[in-house]
C-alpha cells in the first residue's frame, strides 16, 4: 500500500513594496503623536534614517504632526527637557533631531485630521504612517482617512502604502504593521506570501471599541502618569517596533508582522503574517 505524500505547508511572508527598498528619492514618513512613544521612536528614525543612508538608500524624510505643548508631568517619561516646557512637542522633537542629525525634517503643530492635510495637500503624501495615539477614536479616523487617500491618490509618487500603530496600557502594548491596500508579491516556491496586512482597525475592531481607551484625563505630575504607564513601557514598544521596520527596510521579507508585549513578565508573543 502506497503512502501518500505529504505536502510541506509553506511558511506565511510579506515581501516588502519595491518603493520601500529601491527609491529614487527619500521614503516620506507621516509620524502621528510625539509623546511618550512617538517622541522615542522619533530618535530611532533618525538613526534608521543615518544607517539607510550609509547603505545607499535615499532615506526617509519625516513630518511630525502633534497640537499638544511640553508639561512638566512629560518629563523623564517622554524625550523633553525643562527648557522645552510650553513648546510644541512635535516642534520641540524636530529642532532637535534637525540640529544633531542634520536632517531637514518637519514638524507640524497640528492633529492629524482630513481638516488638517486640506490645508496642505503635500501632507497627504507619505509612503509610511507611523500612529503613537492613545484613543480609539483616532485610529478609527486614520484607518479612515488613509483608505480614502489611496483610493484618491494611488497613482501618485508617495501614495500610502504601510501603517504601523502602537499602542499600550499601563505594562502592556502591541505593534501592528499593515498595508494600505494589497501590496504585489512575486512568486515563490518557498513562502506563502501575502501582498495584503489587515488593518489594526479592522484585525482588532472589537478588542479596540472594548478597550479603556475613552480615559485620557491629563496627569498633573510624573508621578502621577507613572501609575498609569510605566517607565519603559514606551522606549520598548519604540526599539522593538524600530527593529520590525528596520528588518522590513533590510532584509524586504517579514514573517511576523507586530507582537504584543508584556513587560511585566518581559514576554514578548510575535504575530504571524497570515
Same mark, same amino acid.
Given at each position: *500500500? ?28 507621516? $509620524? ?13 528614525l533618525?538613526? *534608521? ?5 550609509? $547603505? ?16 512638566p +508631568? ?7 527637557? %525643562? ?11 524636530i ?18 485630521t ?33 483608505? /480614502?487617500?489611496?483610493?484618491?491618490? *494611488? ?8 501603517? *504601523?500603530?502602537?499602542?499600550?496600557? /499601563? ?12 501590496v ?9 506570501? /501575502? ?5 489594526? @482597525?479592522?484585525e482588532?475592531k472589537?478588542?479596540?471599541e472594548?478597550s ?8 498633573? %505630575? ?13 522606549? @520598548?514598544?519604540?526599539? $522593538? ?23 511585566r ?8 503574517? +497570515?
Open positions: *500500500m502506497k503512502t501518500k505524500k505529504l505536502k510541506a505547508v509553506k511558511p506565511a511572508a510579506h515581501i516588502a513594496a519595491k518603493t520601500l527598498l529601491t527609491p529614487y528619492n527619500p521614503i516620506i514618513v507621516n $509620524l502621528i503623536g510625539a509623546g511618550g512613544t512617538g517622541s522615542q521612536f522619533l530618535t530611532a533618525a538613526r *534608521m534614517n543615518h544607517a539607510l543612508i550609509a $547603505l545607499n538608500h535615499p532615506g526617509l524624510m519625516v513630518r511630525v504632526f502633534d497640537d499638544d505643548t511640553v508639561e +508631568a512629560n518629563l523623564g517619561r517622554q524625550l523633553f527637557t %525643562s527648557a522645552e516646557i510650553g513648546q510644541n512637542k512635535a516642534v520641540a522633537l529642532n532637535r533631531i534637525n540640529l544633531f542629525f542634520g536632517t531637514n525634517w518637519k514638524a507640524v503643530p497640528e492633529k492629524y482630513e481638516e488638517t492635510l486640506k490645508t496642505q495637500p503635500d501632507y497627504w503624501l507619505a509612503e509610511l504612517t507611523i500612529s503613537c495615539v492613545d484613543t480609539v477614536a483616532a485610529r478609527f479616523e486614520i484607518a479612515e482617512i488613509l483608505t /480614502k487617500l489611496y483610493k484618491s491618490r *494611488m497613482h501618485a509618487h508617495h501614495h500610502p502604502l504601510y501603517w *504601523m500603530d502602537f499602542g499600550n496600557s /499601563k505594562e502592556t502594548g502591541q505593534v501592528i504593521l499593515s498595508t494600505v491596500s494589497e504585489s508579491q512575486p512568486e515563490s516556491k518557498k513562502f506563502a506570501l /501575502k501582498g495584503r496586512l489587515p488593518m489594526v @482597525t479592522e482588532f472589537e478588542l479596540l472594548n479603556e481607551a475613552n480615559d485620557n484625563t491629563p496627569s498633573c %505630575s510624573l508621578a502621577e502618569a507613572l501609575t498609569k504607564q510605566d517607565l519603559f513601557i514606551n522606549s @520598548t514598544l519604540a526599539n $522593538l517596533g524600530a527593529s520590525l521596520l528596520w528588518q522590513l527596510f533590510r532584509e524586504g521579507i517579514l514573517l511576523n508582522r507586530g507582537f504584543f508585549l508584556n513587560l513578565d518581559f514576554r514578548t508573543i510575535p504575530l504571524k503574517v +497570515a
